[in-house]
Nanobody, 119 residues
């Protein structure tokens, strides 16, 4: 069982930056691929970024490449999402998720943190 708690959301002006954090419980954090997803009002939840537990291989959706950076600390059991050059289209609830490296689906989800970007 993995519990995830996000933090770091807030209100920021366009062009600004935010850093999201996701703290995980459990003893085998490095066994999980961690992901960030987001859901804007009236839209479906979408994938933002992911990072593997071993090797730290990252993946991003095209709309955030070059602006967002996902990273993790296995010692701290925490995954981060550094978001730069934010624009109003990035406004959403951001969710942290975890899946075992052998699994296809993310089985564990945080409660979400709101990110609002004003123009």
């Amino acid at each position: 069982q993995v519990q995830l708690v996000e933090s770091g959301g807030g209100l920021v002006q366009a062009g600004g930056s935010l850093r999201l954090s996701c703290a995980a419980s459990g003893r085998t954090f490095s066994s999980y691929t961690m992901g960030w997803f987001r859901q804007a009002p009236g839209k479906e939840r979408e994938f933002v970024a992911s990072i593997t537990g071993i090797g730290g291989i990252t993946d991003y959706t095209d709309s955030v490449k070059g602006r967002f950076t996902i990273s993790r600390s296995n010692a701290q059991k925490t995954v981060y999402l550094q978001m730069n050059s934010l624009n109003p289209e990035d406004t959403a609830v951001y969710y942290c998720a975890a899946r075992l490296m052998s699994a296809r689906e993310y089985a564990y989800w945080g409660q979400g943190t709101q990110v609002t970007v004003s123009s």
